[in-house]
């Protein structure tokens, strides 16, 4: 049989409620560094049954659904547990802990408002509409910077 191994760097935090976004894109960055995203997003097709190959394919989603379990929180590991189809255990996970379609919240002096823009359009406070220079030190997180 083919040695297939997946692993996941440690820099990659552990998967939890409202998450998704950030850590799908990491893991699925892993897997196809590793050639296994396409047993994820389904481009590997099963091969016919009864054949090494199909033993290969089948060990090859248990081992990336085993790795997904091990950068996921507690709670969704039990999830995992009984599920052997790489497909099958991203979607769960993506339902689990997708922020279902919900605009981030961003933490500002004005908490309110901003909870409110994403709910209810209206305008700007008044003290929002004077412009305020940009702390140089937010300069990479709000705008990207280029390299070069």
């Given at each position: 049989m083919k040695e297939f191994t997946i692993k996941f760097s440690a820099a990659i935090g552990k998967l939890k409620e409202g998450d998704w976004l950030q850590w799908s894109q990491e893991?699925?960055?892993a897997l196809r560094a590793q050639r296994g995203w396409g047993y994820v997003d389904g481009s590997l097709t099963m091969p016919k049954t009864n054949t090494p190959k199909e033993v290969e394919w089948?060990?090859?989603h248990n081992q990336i659904v085993s790795a997904l379990g091990t950068m996921v929180e507690a709670s969704l590991q039990c999830e995992l547990e009984s599920i052997k189809d790489a497909t099958i255990a991203w979607k769960l996970l993506k339902e689990k802990t997708h922020s279902k379609?919900?605009?981030p919240?961003?933490?500002t002096s004005h908490q309110p408002y901003a909870t409110a823009l994403y709910l209810t359009p209206q305008p700007a406070p008044p003290s929002l509409k004077s412009k305020t220079p940009l702390d140089p030190?937010?300069?990479g997180v709000c705008h990207p910077?280029?390299?070069g």
């Open positions: 893991i699925s960055m089948l060990a090859a379609g919900q605009f919240i961003w933490k030190s937010l300069k910077v280029k390299n």
